[in-house]
């Protein structure tokens, strides 16, 4: 029993081993494959993602569209920001705060009125949009990139919903809280 779980664990932390490199865009190809995979690959972002989707399907009504949405649309002024140079402070704490924050709104089931909600969304969606822009690789077309990244996240914030919608069944609510959970412990290993 040992050592499957030490096979395990392993096995994930080879798996997971190239999501330490999110932020670094050496030895990547530039463009539209770069901008998917920068998302994709970097857990802090991949997390943040799926729980905006997550939390908006929780919310629900008008929230399971709009945080999908403004998330990338405020993404993108971020990344111009980054690619503009804009000096913007506490980066990494903010993408790491998005994950603890919005993986406890899910966890305690806390229903914010669509403004707040949308406001939090915003917020975090300017870091990693910033983020983004900011280490995307100098040969790349910001439009390709840009793309890019945009296409995944909807593609993240998609998986979000779809696990949101787990709410549906009976023991869907406690899946849906544990995944809040496990984002918001995520979360917080990068913000320590």
Avoid: C, K, N
Wanted: hydrophobic content about 60%; aromatic content about 10%; cysteine-free.
């Amino acid at each position: 029993m040992q050592s499957r779980v030490i096979s395990l664990v392993g096995v994930v932390l080879t798996i997971l081993a190239p999501t330490v490199f999110a932020h670094s865009t050496e030895g990547v190809a530039g463009g539209f494959i770069s901008g998917v995979l920068h998302p994709l690959f970097g857990l802090d972002h991949l997390v943040a993602m799926v729980a905006v989707g997550l939390w908006g399907a929780f919310l629900g009504d008008r929230a399971v569209w709009l945080l999908p949405v403004v998330f990338p649309s405020v993404m993108a002024i971020g990344a111009v920001a980054g690619i503009l140079g804009v000096q913007l402070g506490f980066v990494e704490v903010f993408i790491a705060l998005s994950g603890v924050v919005l993986g406890a709104f899910i966890v305690l089931g806390y229903r914010a009125p669509l403004w707040l909600a949308l406001l939090f969304v915003g917020l975090f969606a300017i870091f990693h949009g910033y983020a983004h822009g900011l280490e995307m690789p100098a040969e790349s077309s910001a439009a390709a990139y840009g793309a890019g990244f945009v296409l995944a996240t909807g593609a993240l914030h998609a998986a979000g919903i779809a696990i949101g919608f787990l709410t549906r069944f009976e023991r869907g609510l406690l899946a849906v809280r544990a995944t809040g959970a496990a984002i918001s412990v995520i979360g917080l290993t990068f913000l320590v």
